[in-house]
Structures are given as C-alpha cells and as structure tokens.
C-alpha cells in the first residue's frame, strides 16, 4: 500500500509515520505540511528515524499521483481542501480531523462522493467500542435515564468539545431519535432550572497533558451507569488509522466510519 501523509509535522501525523515506517505492507509516498520550518526535510527527521528518502512538501497534487491513499489529519479548512484533491484525483482518503462544522461536514460528503473515504473522529479501537456500547446502552434505558457526557483533553486542544464527544451525542440522539440541535446542552451555568427530560448534556474539560477521556453516565433516581474510555497514549489514537487505510482501497466508493471498519455494525 502507498500511503501519503497530509499534516506530517503535526502530534499525530508524526506517530502515523513512526507507525506505517514500521509496517511491512506499507510504502510511505508522500509527505506533505503548511509548516515551512518542516518543508524540504526528510520524514525520517521527523520521526527520530534517519534518512527514509520522503521529504516533506507544500504540495499536495504530486504526491497523490504516487498514492493509494492519503491520511489526513489536519484542520478542518485542510481536510476540505485534500478531500477536493482526492475526490478528482481518484486517491482513497482517511480524515481523522476534527472540528468540523455541519457545513464543512456537508462538504466534505460532497466533495467524497466518487472515492472510498474513511472520516472518524476517533480512530482508537476502543473508542469505537464505546460508540456501540453507547448505542446498546441507549436503546435500552432510553428517555428513563439522564444522559451526560464529559470529555477531558490536554490544554492544548483546540477544539471544544472534542470530536469523540460530539459523536458519542450524535449517536445518543439518532438512537433515542431526539435532534441533538435540540436537546443537546453544552455546559451550564446560572438558574437553569430542572434538567429537561430528553437533555443530553456534553461537557468538557481542559487540563494538563490527558490525552482523552470520555465518560458517558446514564443516571436515574436510585442508580447511576457509566461507560468509561481512558487514552493513555496518542498511539491508541493512530491504532486504526492503517487498519482504516486498508479497508478504504479495498472498499467501493462511500463514507465510511471505523464502526465499518472494524465490522461492529
């Protein structure tokens, strides 16, 4: 498989490159970063690896006519861009951006439309574990149980709430079919008064160097459940992102999401 990076400086894109530099069925094509200090060297650099003979570039087109597929993991404004470049180059495509908006989302599903594309907030397995058992869990206690949820990341993270979050809402609400524009709550401050009975509140936490964790509590009066994710190293982020890149240039056209990916639907 030839893969190329897109974001190759960034946390992640450096331990998507340490990950594929050691996978025997990967080749590493491309490299490419808006960062100009990165520019020009080689991604063995990058990644504490020596000479690799990829060197990073400003330029995305050329190095999608030597991919399979590209991994990108940038902005949301980047990922509109690179999905635009693959979906007329015919290049597979893996997004683990976050921060979308729902009309960036939109775009994104347009400009995908004739390529297979893997788009997850969170590529970690158990992450998407947790989205199944949130479904599972939601379907069976439905509207009787309040539902939270918290996230808590680095001080870093530019984005709130976090991507893993939004999605763990969005699942809750498709499930128990209350719109999320709706019902969903974000925080709260002041008299509120009494929790509505179809809120599902998100919250989130900025703190240190955690790297993610999400709780996900199902509350009634005499009980509380909760389902628990604890990321302790970005590794488990970029876990499912090869798995991801094989799936998607084997699979037809489509959007896909790593519950595809991972066969849990």
């Given at each position: 498989m030839?893969l190329?990076?897109f974001?190759?400086s960034?946390?992640?894109?450096?331990h998507?490159?340490?990950?594929a530099?050691?996978?025997d069925d990967?080749?590493?094509?491309g490299?490419v970063?808006?960062?100009t200090?990165?520019?020009?060297?080689?991604?063995?650099e990058?990644?504490?690896k020596g000479?690799?003979?990829v060197t990073?570039?400003?330029?995305?087109?050329?190095?999608?006519?030597?991919?399979?597929?590209?991994?990108?993991?940038?902005?949301?404004?980047a990922?509109?861009?690179?999905?635009?470049?693959?979906?007329?180059?015919?290049?597979?495509?893996?997004?683990g951006t976050?921060?979308?908006s729902?009309?960036?989302?939109?775009?994104?599903?347009?400009?995908?439309?004739?390529?297979?594309c893997?788009?997850?907030?969170?590529m970690s397995?158990?992450?998407?574990?947790?989205?199944?058992?949130?479904k599972?869990?939601?379907?069976?206690?439905g509207?009787?149980?309040d539902?939270?949820?918290t996230?808590?990341?680095?001080?870093?993270?530019k984005?709130?709430?976090?991507?893993t979050?939004k999605r763990?809402?969005?699942?809750?609400a498709?499930?128990l079919?209350?719109p999320?524009?709706?019902?969903?709550?974000?925080?709260?401050?002041?008299i509120?008064g009494?929790?509505?009975?179809?809120?599902?509140?998100?919250?989130?936490i900025?703190?240190?160097d955690v790297?993610?964790?999400?709780?996900?509590?199902?509350g009634?009066?005499?009980?509380r459940?909760?389902?628990?994710?604890?990321?302790?190293?970005?590794?488990t982020?970029?876990?499912?992102?090869?798995?991801?890149?094989?799936?998607?240039?084997?699979?037809?056209?489509?959007?896909?999401?790593?519950?595809?990916v991972?066969?849990?639907?």
């Amino acid at each position: 498989m030839k893969l190329a990076m897109f974001g190759a400086s960034g946390r992640m894109g450096q331990h998507i490159l340490t990950m594929a530099s050691e996978a025997d069925d990967i080749e590493i094509v491309g490299a490419v970063d808006i960062d100009t200090a990165v520019q020009g060297k080689d991604i063995g650099e990058l990644i504490g690896k020596g000479t690799l003979g990829v060197t990073v570039t400003a330029d995305l087109g050329p190095v999608l006519g030597k991919a399979d597929v590209l991994i990108d993991f940038t902005r949301p404004e980047a990922s509109l861009i690179s999905s635009e470049f693959c979906g007329k180059s015919g290049t597979a495509l893996v997004v683990g951006t976050t921060g979308l908006s729902d009309s960036q989302q939109e775009q994104l599903k347009k400009n995908v439309a004739g390529i297979p594309c893997v788009y997850a907030p969170n590529m970690s397995m158990g992450v998407n574990l947790l989205f199944k058992l949130v479904k599972d869990a939601a379907a069976i206690l439905g509207e009787d149980y309040d539902i939270e949820i918290t996230e808590i990341h680095h001080r870093f993270k530019k984005d709130a709430p976090s991507g893993t979050a939004k999605r763990i809402a969005e699942i809750i609400a498709d499930t128990l079919g209350t719109p999320l524009s709706e019902y969903g709550v974000y925080g709260r401050e002041g008299i509120t008064g009494e929790r509505g009975p179809k809120e599902i509140g998100v919250h989130a936490i900025r703190t240190g160097d955690v790297v993610g964790e999400h709780t996900v509590t199902f509350g009634t009066l005499g009980e509380r459940f909760e389902l628990t994710h604890k990321a302790h190293s970005r590794d488990t982020f970029a876990s499912g992102v090869l798995p991801a890149a094989r799936f998607a240039i084997k699979a037809v056209p489509g959007l896909y999401d790593m519950q595809d990916v991972l066969g849990l639907k």
